[in-house]
């Protein structure tokens, strides 16, 4: 039985961290921390768990053997240094931090300690990207030459708390907008999709509507369009936005030498794939989740099932350093104008 906690209480939480936490026979949910403890306290109460005042005292109790870090992006890095430091394996919300060194900081700790660190990038996890990718690694469509990766939607208040006063829009707790939010889930995807790496990026990270209430531009992007250049050759679009006031938009559309995949692109088929001898190829896998259908993400039990077997994560914290070093990238590009050549 693997013995969890949760820190942080806010909406992430209660859609997927503990309902699916809770859905898991292997796990007891024994703890809870949030700045907000009547929160935690009504939380607690409903599964079974303690309470904590403090981060510090759940960290220290003896029946927590992993922690879920749901905290605003810029507590992170120390919150997951923190519970690593105190012998606890971690599962960390995206963004994995909010300065690359306190990424590779994460990753060092957790190596040091010998504890699982793994990143929520769940996008890896929809079964149509699983099933693209195996098409991808075949060879189906030929060899990668461009893509374009979207995620889009009207924003987190249409899923959190209403209107623009939540950490999201808050630079100090956020640190980043739509780039954090949604683009780090579509760098992280191409990158595994095609098995290249960003080389370089031109983007434009901008606010172009979203507004505090009185009227003025949040401090954090709601619209990031970057031009990633990738290890093996590709070049391609990677968009993130909080504007698309309409239907979300989760798709990938890549095109190789022998044909086009189009990946949640078509409302009737979740892969379409258009070969240069005219055949087309329909794959109906499971719809991806959105903020209106949320299904089981799949990362909690993978998460469980690799402390259970002792295993490495399905998502290693190392494994999500070279999406971190493009979304840090492409917000120095826009900052600077210029190309931003990654290491």
């Known amino acids: 039985m693997i ?43 409903q599964y079974g768990a303690t309470a904590y005042d403090t981060l510090d005292e759940l960290l220290a ?55 699982k660190l793994m990143i929520d990038q769940n996008q890896r996890f929809a079964k149509a990207h699983i099933r693209a990718k195996e098409l991808l ?6 060899e990668v030459l461009t893509f374009h990766t979207t995620f889009g939607h009207g924003g987190p208040e ?18 980043m907008g739509a780039m954090a939010d949604l683009g780090v889930h579509k760098t992280d995807l191409i990158q595994w999709l095609i098995g290249q790496t960003v080389v370089a990026t031109t983007a434009k990270v901008t606010t172009l509507d979203k507004r505090d209430p009185e009227g003025n531009l949040v401090g954090v992007d709601d619209n990031a369009v970057c031009i990633y250049q990738m290890s093996g050759g590709a070049l391609g679009t990677m968009t993130a936005s909080w504007t698309y006031y309409g239907p979300e938009d989760n ?27 005219g055949e087309r190829e329909l794959y109906d896998v499971e719809a991806i989740q959105t903020n209106d259908n949320q299904t089981a993400s ?25 999406a971190m070093r493009a979304v840090f990238g492409s917000m120095e590009s826009s900052k600077t104008g210029t190309t931003i050549k990654l290491s």
């Open 61 to 115: 109790a003896p029946d927590v053997d992993a922690v879920s870090v749901c905290t605003s992006n810029a507590t992170h890095a120390e919150a997951t240094i923190k519970a690593l430091e105190a012998g606890k394996h971690v599962l960390c919300e995206k963004p994995m931090a909010i300065t690359l060194e306190e990424c590779e900081q994460m990753v060092a700790c957790a190596e040091e300690h010998g504890l």
């Open 137 to 142: 690694d075949a060879g189906r469509i030929g």
């Open 251 to 277: 798709s990938t559309v890549i095109y190789g030498t022998k044909g086009i995949m189009r990946i949640y692109d078509d409302p009737a088929h979740s892969i379409v794939v258009d070969l240069a001898s």
């Open 158 to 175: 249409t899923w959190s708390v209403p209107g623009t006063g939540s950490w999201f829009f808050d630079p100090k707790r956020a640190a």
């Open 298 to 322: 799949g990362i909690i039990d993978a998460f469980v099932e690799c402390l259970e077997n002792d295993t490495e994560p399905a998502i290693p914290a190392a494994s999500v350093l070279p």
């Open 3 to 45: 013995r969890v906690g949760v820190i942080g209480c806010g909406k992430i939480s209660q859609v997927r961290h503990l309902p699916e936490y809770a859905a898991n026979p292997n796990v007891q949910i024994t703890a809870l921390f949030d700045m907000n403890l009547e929160r935690a306290r009504e939380l607690a109460a």
